[in-house]
T-cell receptor, first 113, second 113 residues
Framework: NAGVTQTPKFRVLKTGQSMTLLCAQD?????MYWYRQDPGMGLRLIHY???????AKGEVPDGYNVSRLKKQNFLLGLESAAPSQTSVYFC????????????FGPGTRLTVT | GENVEQHPSTLSVQEGDSAVIKCTYS??????FPWYKQELGKGPQLIID?????GEKKDQRIAVTLNKTAKHFSLHITETQPEDSAVYFC????????????FGTGTRLKVLA
């Protein structure tokens, strides 16, 4: 059981470039989440999904898009990266919508120059 | 919307002493309060949680207390060890259907040997 995995672990982008972060979970969880973590600001929800084929906006969705074509995968896309998107990105999953543990991946450190 | 304040932002204790981290939430309807531990370079991991119908929960050296009237909850770590050094996040889960956990800004705990 790998749990939640994320690729890549590190990435450096130039302003305006695009990239996709991949999250995969092998726990058959319905719910998946993308967070960003910035110093002094905790974890902020970018987008989430309540099941295969569904996505919804979180607290800070601007500049990001997501897709959940398969239940086990949740992709986060940056179409035109900006320095403000320099952050550590975490994916998480859970088997219920609330009141249960969210399982986090190891994170992706993204730097936009 | 829900807001969670966490204090202190950093905490240093001598090995063997106790550590206390406090969080205050704003939405009185929140009903689930998890605590996560994040070690360097890793994703957050659940260490203990409490529901709104319980005042205290304990798991070995870790305990969480909840005061619904004052809308605050605290993490207590007794007999601290060097491996307790990490960043700790509290979170509050608003009522069903919001699919969101609101995280505090984190406390960096250093246990000095």
């Amino acid at each position: 059981n790998a749990g939640v995995t994320q690729t890549p672990k590190f990435r450096v982008l130039k302003t305006g470039q695009s990239m996709t972060l991949l999250c995969a979970q092998d726990m058959n969880h319905e719910y998946m989440y993308w967070y960003r973590q910035d110093p002094g600001m905790g974890l902020r929800l970018i987008h989430y999904s309540v099941g295969e084929g569904t996505t919804a906006k979180g607290e800070v969705p601007d500049g990001y898009n997501v897709s959940r074509l398969k239940k086990q995968n949740f992709l986060l896309g940056l179409e035109s990266a900006a320095p403000s998107q320099t952050s550590v990105y975490f994916c998480a999953s859970s088997y219920l919508a609330e009141g249960v543990e969210q399982y986090f991946g190891p994170g992706t450190r993204l730097t936009v120059t | 919307g829900e807001n969670v304040e966490q204090h202190p932002s950093t905490l240093s204790v001598q090995e063997g002493d106790s550590a206390v981290i406090k969080c205050t939430y704003s939405d009185s309807a929140s009903n689930y309060f998890p605590w996560y531990k994040q070690e360097l370079g890793k994703g957050p991991q659940l260490i203990i949680d409490i529901r709104s119908n319980v005042g205290e929960k304990k798991d070995q050296r870790i305990a969480v207390t909840l005061n619904k009237t004052a809308k605050h909850f605290s993490l207590h770590i007794t007999e601290t060890q060097p491996e307790d050094s990490a960043v700790y996040f509290c979170a509050a889960s608003p009522p069903w259907g919001t699919y969101k956990y609101i995280f505090g800004t984190g406390t960096r705990l250093k246990v000095l040997a």
